[in-house]
């Protein structure tokens, strides 16, 4: 089904009645050329790039509850490609790139909005920091601006620049950096990755690989025994829990992050600021609410729940850099369990088992990276090589001491 | 999350930072043959459980004691609270 502003006009003044459901609910075949354990943002991504671009189209997506019921639903909805390291800005940045031409590829409105991102600095230290990340962005074809404080005061005037602890400094600005419909992205990709053929089969929960002789040939399911050629785990929250069944350990702990939205207010903040050093970000949706959060809670979790210590840690946060917002009140919150890898970094790689591979580990980051992680790990199941910014996302640089650690935090995943 | 300490009694969670498996207290042998294979286990593998976890705590914000919590990762329900000096001692951390 293409959209169009005529068939909404149509469909409006007909009740709405002529909407067809826009992916099919096929029932598994035994046999697919590749499976994907996962549909969510980067499940499905994988789907569209393997079909599209790939041409890989005997496939099948697996998923254990509801498309997108994972962290494509659960994000704050954050696009950027701010990143230091070799290993990562070159991915992000193509991510960014394929945000750009997202809707035109899909045929989808996701609801792409490039309404900056503005990272604020305190100190000079921070100031300098910044300095070299953006030149290390403009370097892989990003683009970034530091911000002097007049700037700033120009961008957003209502910030509290002279809190005692943290007066503002300055900032980094990237212009192209911005937000997106999340739930959208999901249903684009299902809705193209489903019309190149590849087949979405919901609640279907992979309770097995079928291993013989270090070699994979298929999974077991709730809705029966699949074979395949290759399968593809992509289940980030989840990943230790899916690997375990292949009788993988990961470098990986899963922690919980909570995000908040407010009431919905006029027109506020125009793009997103985050204040790195009190552990805040926050931007405002189309509706008006604020959408914000800070830190995960830092133990391990599964339960898609944090704690108090956490809320209060952000409200006082957000009363630092934006007291007017003191009176607006929260609407909903709520959290998603993060794949913290060891060292902030994700993971896009075959494992020791023929057949069988990973992609995970994406830590509180995964959603910006869903076009690129699509895309890289799509590269991977159809090539067996990794795609060309993606090259340094082994499951082995743990042992080899070649980790991508943007933040100096060590094998400590709480820490990043 | 309100944690029992063994020595000062119901304390929030808030006070404490958390560090990670219990199973870092059982560090390898860095004489053993396979001592660097058996350091990447201990440093950077984990079991990372949907269910019942023992991991490592700090009462930072109290009397800086290390506790070995037994804490169920799907319902953040503490079912045990121990001095880690105690866990070491018998060599029961694993």
Redesign the interface.
Known sequence: MRYSALSIIKNGLTGNKGWKPVWREPDPKQHYDIVIVGGGGHGLATAHYLSKKYGVTNVAVLEKGWLGSGNIGRNTTIVRSNYLLDGNQPFYEHSMKLWEGLETDLNYNVMMSQRGILNLAHSDAQRDAFARRGNAMLMSGADAELLDIDAVRDMVPFLNFDNARFPIKGGLLQRRAGTARHDAVAWGYARSADSHGVDIIQNCEVTGFTIHDGKCTGVQTTRGTISANKVGVCVAG?S??VMAKAGM??????HVLQAFVSEGLKPTIPGVVTFGAGHLYISQSDKGGLVFGGDID??????QRG???VIEHVAEDMMALMPFLGRARLLRMWGGVMDMS?DGSPIIDKTHIDGLYFNGGWCYGGFKATPASGDAYAHLLATDRPHETATQYHLDR??RGAMIDEKGAG????LH | MIIHHPLLGPRDASEFVHLGDATLLSRPDWQADDAIAQFHEYLYQRENPAGEYRELWYHEQGDRSWLIITRNTLTHEISSVELARDVARKGSAS
Do not use: H, T, W
């Open positions: 989840s230790s829990m350990r990961l470098p990986i702990e899963s830092g133990y391990n979790s599964y339960a704690n108090l210590p060891m743990f042992a094998a400590q995943p709480n």
